[in-house]
């Protein structure tokens, strides 16, 4: 069984920076995808940003130009540097990664933006 585990997660003023870490049980090299989701109160989980074995990202409209995803292969360990935060922002950060056709989600970690 895989686990995942985030942590960086935290209370931060608008315009702040936070950085998350996802450091996963098992090595990275041969996965198949990496990435970020997030869930706001009342809201469904939405995919921020996503990253796949060549290297490929993608990004939530929200979020492009403000934060960035990227890996370490020899840590197993995935980041997700968010810049310019926003309250809109605010939710439980989790972390998926996919190893086809098993996907392992992380206990979360909130961030809390405020205005």
């Known amino acids: 069984q895989v686990q995942l585990v985030e942590s960086g997660g935290g209370l931060v003023q608008a315009g702040g920076s936070l950085r998350l870490s996802c450091a996963a049980s098992e090595s990275i090299s041969n996965i198949n995808a990496m990435g970020w989701y997030r869930q706001a109160p009342g809201k469904q989980r939405e995919l921020v940003a996503e990253?796949?074995?060549?290297?490929?990202?993608t990004y939530a409209d929200s979020v492009k130009g403000r934060f960035t995803i990227s890996r370490d292969v020899a840590k197993n360990t995935v980041y997700l540097q968010m810049n310019s935060l926003e309250p809109e922002d605010t939710a439980v950060y989790y972390c998926?990664?996919?190893?086809?056709?098993?996907?392992?989600w992380g206990q979360g970690t909130q961030v809390t933006v405020s205005s």
């Open positions: 998926r990664a996919t190893w086809y056709p098993y996907d392992y």
């Open positions: 990253i796949t074995s060549d290297g490929s990202t």
